[in-house]
């Protein structure tokens, strides 16, 4: 059965350095989302994107994020100067269509850690 | 801005019981609710997708419904099992995107 899948699966990095997660979204899927999960808290949307350009953010995909379709393949997500607070898990996801009844499914997810 | 709100935050029950986990959502201009799994320090797995026209799906023995104009969903377990455990997570967009906006979950424990 066609997966997202995401790498690294856990990334450590100083404060103020830049990361760069990777997702391979389900092959025919057009709709790419980043969602984040900061330890205990809620799963919160941060972008999706479709035909490389960003279709929704929310208030927290401010200037140090960005994203980008580098290829036919893989979809990033690109944190310029990492904070302390930037420390959560990362989910990728992916639909066929941005639609009624289309369900989004999600990657496993990137552990990022901000020393 | 849509507001998900999951209760209980955590249950316990014994294996073979039947369970409803309760969803609720401030913004009823919803296109989709789906239900999601998730294991510790794992990622989220769909398990049912409701569209805004829907009253309910089923997928084995899971059932979940959605009463749009009341701003509630319901997921309803048939007979637990101990795998059963996890997190449960309840997300609804709402009419200003696909966006999903998620509740805290219900940690679920089926006893043997």
Request: one cysteine or more; a negative charge.
């Amino acid at each position: 059965e066609p997966e997202v899948t995401q790498t690294p699966s856990h990334q450590v990095t100083q404060m103020g350095q830049e990361v760069i997660l990777r997702c391979v979204p389900i092959s025919n899927h057009l709709y790419f989302y980043w969602y984040r999960q900061i330890l205990g808290q809620k799963v919160e949307f941060l972008v999706s994107f479709y035909n490389n350009e960003i279709s929704e953010k929310s208030e927290i995909f401010d200037d140090q994020f960005s994203v980008e379709r580098p290829d036919g393949s893989n979809f990033t997500l690109k944190i310029r100067s990492t904070k302390l607070e930037d420390s959560a898990m990362y989910f990728c996801a992916s639909t066929l269509l941005m639609a009624v009844g289309e369900t989004q499914y999600f990657g496993p997810g990137t552990r990022l850690l901000v020393l | 801005k849509q507001e998900v709100t999951q209760i209980p935050a955590a249950l316990s029950v014994p294996e073979g019981e039947n369970l409803v986990l309760n969803c609720s959502f401030t913004d009823s201009a919803i296109y989709n609710l789906q239900w999601f799994r998730q294991d510790p320090g794992k990622g989220l797995t769909s398990l049912l997708l409701i569209q805004s026209s829907q009253r309910e799906q089923t997928s084995g023995r899971l059932n979940a419904s959605l009463d749009k104009s009341s701003g509630r969903s319901t997921l309803y377990i048939a007979a637990s099992q101990p795998g059963d455990s996890a997190t449960y997570l309840c997300a609804a967009d709402s009419n200003s995107g696909y966006a999903l906006n998620f509740g805290k979950g219900t940690s679920l424990l089926v006893t043997p």
